[in-house]
């Protein structure tokens, strides 16, 4: 995955998602690509 450009003080840095990507669970179930990354809505809820 691409990294994101870190333009607010809630996102989270490369750093920050290389730790934490590996705790999140991973996609099962077939069907529709999500809309938005886990990153995404972890800034989100961070925000």
Do not use: F
């Not at 333009?7 to 920050?16: E, K």
């Not at 886990?38 to 809820?45: N, S, T, V």
């Amino acid at each position: 995955m691409a990294s994101v450009v870190v333009t607010r003080r809630h996102d989270l840095t490369d750093a920050q998602w290389a730790v934490l990507e590996p705790l999140l669970p991973g996609r099962k179930k077939p069907g529709r690509p999500p809309k938005w990354s886990k990153r995404q809505l972890i800034d989100g809820i961070r925000w």
